[in-house]
């Protein structure tokens, strides 16, 4: 299998399309540039299983274990992301003229909803 080095990420080649590779490198690197350490799919929140997760173990229950810096997390419990992941969307979202002008605040029934 081979393997394509990205400053300190590594991304096992094996079974990838040429452009998923390049959209998994990108991804990985961005998520570490936003400060996401650990990466997409390992929780902040769970129980001992792979990535953090145990189906039997919700977030809240005395057996369930908490990352001491969850905004270097995606998801906080396999399913939802962290506040951080939540903040970064939506501040990029919300900043960007497209979706401003499809999700239009106004009542001049300009946007997505102003039809409703």
Known sequence: MGRVQVHQFSVPTQNY??????????????????GFTNGALKACCGGEGRYNVDPSVECGDASAT????????????????????????????????????????????????GSM
């Open 17 to 34: 399309q040429p452009n998923t590779l390049v959209i998994s490198i990108i991804i990985s690197c961005l998520l570490h540039v936003l």
């Open 66 to 113: 908490v990352c001491h810096e969850p905004d270097t997390y995606v998801s906080w419990d396999g399913i939802h992301l962290t506040e951080a992941a939540y903040r970064i969307i939506s501040k990029n979202l919300f900043s960007t003229p497209q979706f401003n002008s499809l999700c239009s605040t106004s009542t001049s029934g300009v946007g997505l909803f």
